[in-house]
């Protein structure tokens, strides 16, 4: 069994990331239809205290990444919107894999937040068979029920037919999603046949490792119902057959792909700060930045104010190959300044002249990319 180290899985963990960015080669567009494909996934997410998490993930991937690439490539048809462990941009060259939680949902192995109501759903069908591509809005009439945060059940109805597979998002307007028929969505040619269970565990498994560098069955399952004891199995399968290598880490058993042990040899660009969304692929699973980062974090927007220790959005930073502080940030279009309401370091934080330097270059670069034309730090702390 190899051995890794802590500090080498992380430096295999950040290379998978794209953390801090290779160079690039080609067009800013190609440069995020790649990150994309590299991570796998992309997170959406609505709070706007600062440019969203989506927008937010993949400019840390892409420094020339812009807000219109994602439209662009929905309406290409390389990226789609379905769910990962939740709502996500997906590479469309996945699709196939989005299969099986769609058959699931619509054979009710697996059940959605909401009812199905079936003769509505039919309705939604007809309409957009018949008028095209359609918002939620567009669909009057309905009462508003005391579920559901008090959505129509034509909302309902629609987002258990995109679950299900037979409508997809073909755009947003105003970030509302509007919704088409999945086969005129799907670009021509697509392979949507039907998978096996073992080929689609050792898809989750490649794809987690690729993107992650390690992983265990817990982190490849999660959020993924019913996956672990088939990952499992087909995990021991993988390392049998030599497409998988254990590793142990701190006492612990890991996989990786064999390949994937020579990022080891690459340098890490460790003096480079990125402030991480918190919902950025490095962080989605908060005991795997503990146990490899030494990182307890908790996105406190969802904490009672009187409880919130960092702030509302507080955002993670990346130097020297670890995360080292975090910062609770509002960009205030009125001023056109960044705020920093809080910046957090680390005790762990050594050298702070040196990183204060690149986290001022890097607030920078940020305070441009959330439309502010400077930034300014209200109040640091040490823990």
Known sequence: MESLSLSQARKLIL????????????????????????????????????????HHTLWNRNPRYDVSHLDTLVARKQVFEYWSHAAAFLPMRDYRYSLPRKHAFKSGAQSHWYKRDHVMMDHILKRIDAEGPLLAKDFEGERKTKQGWGR???????????????????????????????????????????LDDEEYARFLITRFLEANGVGNALEMSYLLK???????????????????????????????????????????????????????????????????????????????????QFGYFSLPVLWNGDLVARMDCKADKASSTLLVLHLALEAKLKNTETFNASLHDELQRFAAFN????????RTSTA
Do not use: W
Not at 15 to 36: D, E, F, R, V, Y
């Open 152 to 194: 129509k059940p034509s909302k309902h109805a629609l987002e258990n037919l995109f679950m299900q597979g037979d409508l997809m998002i073909t755009a947003r307007r105003n970030f509302q999603k509007v919704y088409d028929l999945t086969e005129r969505v799907l670009p021509e040619g697509i392979d949507t046949s039907r």
């Open 226 to 308: 019913n996956t672990k004891p088939l990952i499992t199995s087909v995990l021991k399968d993988m390392v049998a057959n030599g497409d998988l290598l254990e590793v142990a880490i701190s006492d612990a058993v890991y996989f990786a792909l064999p390949q994937s042990l020579s990022l080891l040899d690459k340098p890490l660009a460790k003096r480079k700060v990125k402030i991480l969304s918190p919902f950025d692929n490095l962080l989605i699973q908060r005991k795997r930045a503990q146990f490899f980062f030494d990182f307890d974090y908790l996105i406190e927007c969802y904490v009672p104010e009187a409880k919130r």
């Open 15 to 54: 290379h998978s990331q794209q953390l801090p960015q290779n160079k690039q080669g080609g067009s800013a567009l190609s440069a995020t239809l790649s990150a994309i494909e590299q991570l796998g996934y992309i997170q959406i997410d609505t709070i706007s205290v600062v440019q969203r998490a989506h």
């Open 371 to 378: 439309g502010c034309e400077g930034y300014r730090i209200e």
